[in-house]
């Protein structure tokens, strides 16, 4: 190729004394930018890098004009998620749809302190992203107090033990090995050679990992004994059995072949041998604790799948009962939307199931009362107490407050009118109250029965309807009385039982919630939280941390006295 001469004058003057750039002086010469800087090169020209004002005004303009504006975000909303929730500044750019570096810039420009806080970590599971909360508190009480390794805390709580240690080592927590005390050699002699038990079936016993055994008997210089090996091999079970334990009990990988005792890697072949899809089940150890309680009183309940999304927790097929319990955050509007609950308290209902909605924080802060009222619904009380043999009477309303507290879900009402008690031999063993409703003071004529209650773990047989003919003949200058069931407990059977009448079926309501608990709306009016009029109530409470859950309705009932 022959090579282009450009006369060393023309790019002086061009470059240095018109002051052009490399590239306008291709253009105007019609070459490649490339061939002037290497003639440049050649003739010693130096190669200037100042460009003409013109070009520089364009070039400030252009940054100017993709420049974006300032994200400005509430300095007191900032101290609430970063000091008070106790969040990451990942984290809060995630709620807030902003990046990390201005989080941590508008937490410099408000001179709070940034904080390094356990980062919440985001799990892909079935194609959508799943966040799991860990009480690191709990973590650190089970592995420093109660002396638990990482694998026993990870099995309790239902998670990976990767997760565990990870979370430990965001929040400083030390991971200390405990250290079980090797057996002896005769032990592990007569376990691995006279019973021929495998390493595996040693490490169970013993709570430990095959790799471990293997060290033990290395150690205590055992030869590997390799009698286990004609013991008769399991055969796979039925692919149904399988899609049973797996999809519709939702059992573990771990729990079933615990269940079957095998190996994870015998299991993994079996699910390929019958091309079965596999889950990461991450089930609720409160919610075992309710279906290991109720199964010593009724074995036959059990775990139940309607179709490929309907479940059901606990159910029992001869009362046809369900209980479902729901994590507040996981079966939040954000989570399973606003109908999730009523929408499957609506198809049990159609199959003629009764089925009884749990929230996470009831059962946390009332344990007892939970399971005495699951214990009633399911007919499996062993105290009975007869009506007839027990007295009513008037009772103060304190007295009869501390019974609610004691003994009912909700708790006492906010103000009570009277208060009647049914004794058994001058022991309390059920209260009922009448009150004036917080919106409908104003109405005379009407008295809302706020609370009906009975002593946990009792069985009053009449107490409801002894209490309220009493209550009849000592309420004077009332026209009706009202009352409403919730759908996730009851379907006011007890009501109808009274000589109540269906007025009107409500539609489903909802609380916020936050963290593990929820917060009734009415704590949350405008006026109260500061909210302005352009701003919805759910949109401010989101932003300052809260999600909403919706419950399955009410019905209001009316007795004409």
Known sequence: MKKIQIDKGLIEQLHIKENKSLSEIARMLNVNPETVRQRAIEYNIEISRNYPKTIKKCLTRR???????????????????????????????????????????????????????????????????RTIDLDINEVKRLHIENKLSVVKIAEKLGVSDGLIAKRMKEAGIPITPHKRPIPTKDELYDLHHTQNLSDRKIAKIYGVSCSLVGQWRDALKIDTCFNFRNEPRIDIPLKEELINLHHTQKKTLKQIYNHYDISQETLDRWFTYHDIEKFMWNHSSKEE????????????????????????????????????????????????????????MKTCADLGIQLITIFEDEYLEKPDIIKSVLKSKLGIQTNRIYARKCTVKEIDN????????????????????????????????????????????????????????????????????????FAL??????????????????????????????????????????????????NFTKARIGCPKDIKEHDFMKNLGYEVIWDCGKIRWTFKV
């Open 63 to 129: 940054k100017s004009t993709i420049r974006r504006k300032k994200i400005h975000i509430d300095k007191d909303l900032l101290i609430d998620m970063h000091i008070n929730q106790k969040l990451c500044v990942s984290e809060i750019g995630r709620r807030l749809n902003i990046s990390d570096d201005t989080v941590r810039n508008r937490l410099k420009e408000c001179e709070i302190p940034i904080k390094k806080y356990p980062r919440i970590m985001d799990r892909k599971v079935g194609g959508r992203t």
């Open 398 to 469: 304190n007295i009869a407050h501390k019974f609610y507290d004691e003994n009912h879900i909700q708790g006492s009402p906010g103000k009570s009118i009277v208060s009647f008690g049914l004794f058994m031999n001058d022991s309390l063993v059920a209260a009922m109250s009448f009150g004036k409703h917080h919106r409908d003071n104003r109405n005379l004529n009407n008295i809302i029965l706020n609370r009906l209650c009975f002593l946990r773990d009792t069985n009053v047989i009449g107490g409801s309807s002894k209490l309220f003919k």
């Open 289 to 344: 604790e309710i279906f290991e309680y109720l199964k010593q009183y009724i074995p036959h309940i059990k775990k139940v799948r309607f179709g490929k999304k309907f479940e059901i927790d606990i159910y029992d097929d001869k009362q046809k009962i369900g209980i479902k319990y729901c994590g507040v955050y996981w079966h939040s509007e954000k989570i399973r939307g606003r109908t999730y609950h009523y929408d499957k």
């Open 473 to 522: 003949g000592e309420l004077k200058g009332y026209n009706n009385i009202i009352s409403w069931s919730d759908n996730r407990w009851s379907s006011g059977k007890v009501y109808e039982t009274l000589g109540f009448t269906e007025e009107v079926k409500l539609p489903k309501d909802y609380h916020y919630v936050k963290g593990e608990k929820r917060f009734p709306k009415q």
